[in-house]
């Protein structure tokens, strides 16, 4: 070829791919379809023939690509170093921009997510009236008539009572001696539906003697945005981060997709300080793995499944930290799984725009998970946790789901 | 722009199949032009993913009518071209049709469905220390059903055998869409019947598409051993391959990879370990009963010290042998490491004439300045030169593919062969005619008629077209003659 294509930033990471093919089986909407269009492998091609110009109309390799959970489990076994995260959501970004996707539906989940979803004081107050809609019964009649079908029932969360929904924002101080002082990032989302989780993390890093600050000028991390081609929307959020922020102690996580998006502010907007930021950036398992848990956990006498979500185990390369701290919790029995690090097909916000196929992807997690034999399944994410605990109620299991940091508190009861 | 008559072809394949299991939007079908062959390129008219025996029958029956040719692809791992589509074939995409349907432990007997990925039939039968011996390095998502088209081999195959020696049965959709049994699970190849499993294995997808293959599964050995030696040159690393060999062990594996191969497998995720100083590297796994493993052992330790073995690793246990396997395994892939595109050679030689073939293929690969790599079962004498490249520029192309023709005149000049176990496929298409004369071709040809008299089943692999042989074109006309007489 003479006429080199216009140099596009993705091209460059499509040709690391020899196209060997070891990463097909490793992906999980391959394993349903069994569609090279729908395998890395595939999709990598078809991105780089879109930035070679061998593709007529863009608009009809978009399915596959939208097919494409993200999960990036495809990273992990490829011999070549393909970036396939970051490949897709710039790709993503330039189609979002030259060929944007058309109706309704589209339109009004890129008007949440840029005036909702990124500006937290509009999410409280959405959730303030989702949270009073469901009191005076609204939830209920549209379940019952229909409107929102029972599957989606199932999958969206019941929005909790305001103090669990309260900023954590301040210097938090232990009792004890202080090792260190660390940030909690505390999410968007997670806050308001999760966020009994985040004062878990937060008497947890307490109990384990570390001073936290909540900076209450953080934003969501915009992992959402990026997946939904909307990289300009990630670039301000991320900014405002990192000024957020300022410091040099680490930045702690608990949700795995958040963790993710927040490891990759460095490459994203490619300057020193975002760089220094991402670097700070630790997941909480990772980080209490590391400096070692100075307050034993309660003992917890049950069977318990670990699962690995696809953005602490294939994007930030956490894979042995969370069982390591589970095996340390008294009287808990950590039972194989060997699915583990599969996608339960959440994926961000995947489940709602492919129901189909996550349904799938989730029902074979769920199935593995039964086999274990588990009584509680323990994972870092909330959209996976939401995910899992829908697909096991759907095939009749009452196995518990909880975040890991849930089991390893010294006083399960206190917070 | 499609005939009317081919649009209405493809609605009712997609009416039959619904759109997610039939593909005709031709930017999609881009995914699927070429295989791990990637220098050619062939657009498939469309893709249709049976579920079932039957459903593959319909298929073929229903483009048979209509004289469309097609082609059955199972994870589109091959490196010669097999299930890349040509004359606007469609391809018959067997991904779904993975099934384990039965295995006998005690017979040690698998049935499969020919989209099952070769490791997963081993994953199934461990848990009884049973294995599936043929061990291609794309085992990981490659299928039995592509395995079996290409008569695949592996490191493995050096003590076990290939492919075929591991296929007991096969019922398969031949080209006409009837359903044809060949072999027995009992009684392979016996002695009252024709070899029909023994050609249709390797037939490189033209004599038929196989639906259930019947495997034999092999107890996995007592013991396993596996030692890692770096030499300061090849020359002495192939010295010691054939000192092994000539002492009269039979290691389970033999295994070689060059100085530019370990680089780039250390930098990759299949990072191993291997001494990245060394010339080339020796990878030796042994298998079967403790003692004799031992002693062989001790034996091969021996040869390393006398070919001047700088470095000498060995495991044992099961995991730190994953990882010494895992940079071989993961070495093609690897490879993208060091340029865009990567060429796959698959030659073999005498084991004896080992460092003369490399020492000329380094020097093919100077003349015409391409990046050359080198990993090979050593033990077989299966050479791979691996050429990086950047296929966007038209020079350097047609230096690598002249290269490679250089390189497969030499294996058969030093008495040797064009293909170990990747077979013909489109690629080597031109180099058949350097090993067989038109007495042989013809056989091969007249055979192909047999099952295959339209040539509509995966047309122009394996065999190459020639002209002016009257006799092999009339051979279609003729089977059909008589057939439709049988049949009547």
């Known amino acids: 070829m003479t006429d080199l294509p216009k140099a596009i930033d993705s091209y460059t990471k499509s040709l690391d791919c020899v196209h060997c093919g070891l990463c097909i089986e490793a992906c999980p909407t391959y394993d349903v379809l069994g569609l090279e269009t729908d395998s890395p492998r595939g999709r990598i091609y078809l991105m780089r023939a879109l930035a070679e110009e061998r593709i007529e109309d863009p608009y009809s390799i978009r399915p596959a690509l939208d097919r494409c959970l993200g999960c990036r489990a495809c990273e992990t076994v490829c011999p070549s170093g393909v970036q396939y995260g970051q490949l897709i959501e710039t790709v993503r970004s330039e189609m979002a921009d030259r060929w944007p996707e058309k109706g309704l539906a589209s339109r009004l989940r890129r008007f949440l997510l840029t005036h909702v979803v990124a500006r937290q004081g509009r999410l409280r107050l959405a959730f303030r009236f989702a949270w009073l809609a469901e009191r005076i019964g609204l939830r209920w009649l549209a379940r019952k008539t229909g409107l929102l079908p029972a599957t989606m029932d199932r999958l969206v969360p019941h929005v909790p009572a305001g103090r669990f929904r309260r900023s954590l924002a301040g210097l938090h101080k232990p009792k004890g001696e202080v090792r260190g002082r660390v940030q909690l990032f505390t999410g968007c989302v997670m806050e308001q539906v999760f966020g009994d989780i985040n004062q878990k993390t937060l008497t947890l890093l307490l109990d384990n003697g570390f001073e936290v600050e909540v900076p209450k000028q953080q934003r969501c991390c915009g992992a959402l945005h990026l997946h939904n081609g909307q990289a300009s929307v990630t670039h301000g959020l991320a900014r405002e981060n990192i000024e957020a922020f300022s410091g040099d102690v680490p930045v702690i996580h608990n949700s795995a997709g958040c963790g993710a998006a927040l490891a990759e502010y460095g490459e994203v907007l490619g300057d020193e300080d975002a760089e220094r930021f991402s670097a700070r950036c630790r997941d909480i398992t990772a980080f209490l793995d590391d400096v070692g848990m100075s307050a034993t956990p309660a003992p917890f006498p049950h069977r318990v499944a670990y699962d690995a979500p696809c953005h602490l185990c294939h994007a930030q390369k956490v894979r042995r930290a969370p069982s390591d701290l589970l095996r340390q919790v008294p009287d808990l029995e950590l039972v194989q799984h060997p699915d583990s690090e599969n996608c339960c097909g959440s994926a961000g916000i995947y489940n709602i725009l492919q129901p189909e196929l996550a349904g799938e992807i989730g029902r074979k997690k769920a199935r593995h998970l039964i086999e274990t034999g588990a009584e509680v399944v323990a994972t870092g994410n909330p959209g996976c946790m939401m995910q899992i605990r829908a697909h096991l109620a759907e095939c009749g299991s009452n196995s518990r789901v909880v975040h890991p940091i849930e089991l390893l508190l010294a006083d399960r009861d206190k917070s | ?488």
């Open chain 2, 1 to 488: 722009m499609l005939s009317t008559h081919m649009q209405d072809v493809l609605r009712q394949l997609q009416d039959r199949f619904g759109e997610q299991r039939a593909l005709v939007a031709p930017d999609e079908l881009r995914a699927y032009e070429c295989d791990g062959f990637t220098i050619e390129k062939g657009l498939p008219l469309a893709v249709v993913v049976p579920e079932t025996t039957a459903e593959v029958q319909w298929v073929v029956q229903f483009f048979n009518t209509h004289g469309i040719p097609f082609v059955a692809r199972g994870a589109g791992t091959c490196l010669s071209g097999g299930p890349t589509p040509n004359r606007d074939a469609v391809v018959i995409e067997t991904a779904r049709m993975k099934a384990v349907l039965d295995v006998d432990y005690d017979d040690m007997i698998a049935v499969v469905q020919p989209g099952l990925v070769n490791l997963h039939l081993t994953r199934e039968v461990c848990g009884e220390h049973l294995h599936y011996a043929p061990d291609p390095s794309s085992q990981s998502v490659c299928t039995i059903g592509g395995n079996i088209a290409e008569n695949s081999g592996g490191p493995h195959c050096f003590k076990y055998g290939m492919t075929t020696d591991h296929v007991l049965a096969v019922e398969v959709v031949l080209p006409d869409g009837r359903l044809a049994k060949f072999g027995h699970p009992s009684a392979a190849r016996g002695p009252h019947e024709l070899d029909l499993v023994g050609l249709f294995t390797g037939s490189e997808g033209t004599f038929g598409i196989a639906t259930e293959i019947t495997v034999r599964l092999s107890p996995d050995p007592e013991c396993v051993y596996t030692m890692l030696a770096s030499f300061q040159t090849m020359e002495a690393a192939c010295g010691a391959v054939s000192s092994i060999v000539s002492a009269g062990i039979v290691p389970a594996a033999l295994e070689i990879l060059d100085q530019a191969t370990i680089r780039a497998v250390e930098a990759s995720v299949f990072r191993a370990g291997y001494p990245q100083d060394a010339a080339a590297v020796l990878l030796v796994e042994l298998d079967g009963a403790e003692l004799a493993v031992e002693e062989d052992a001790a034996e091969i330790r021996e040869t390393f010290r006398t070919h001047d073995a700088i470095r000498v690793q060995e495991a044992s246990d099961p995991e730190e042998r994953t990882r010494l396997w895992k940079g071989r395994k993961g070495a093609f892939g690897a490879m993208g490491r060091l340029s865009t595109d990567l060429y796959v050679l698959d030659g073999v030689v005498p084991r004896t004439r080992l460092v003369e073939t490399l020492q000329k293929v380094t020097e093919i690969g100077e003349r015409h300045r391409v990046t050359l790599t080198n990993v090979f079962h050593a033990g077989d004498g299966n050479l791979h030169p691996n050429i990086s490249f950047d296929g966007r520029d038209e020079d350097e192309r047609a230096r690598v593919l002249q290269a490679g023709h250089e390189i497969l005149e030499l294996c058969v000049a030093m008495g040797g062969s064009i293909t170990g176990e990747h077979g013909v496929g489109s690629e080597k298409l031109s180099h058949v005619p350097l090993m067989f004369d038109d007495a042989d071709l013809d056989t091969m040809e007249r055979v192909r008629r047999v099952f295959n008299p339209r040539d509509l089943c995966n047309p122009g692999k394996a065999i190459p077209e020639r002209s002016g042989c009257a006799e092999v074109s009339k051979w279609p006309a003729m089977v059909e003659h008589v057939l439709r007489q049988e049949e009547a």
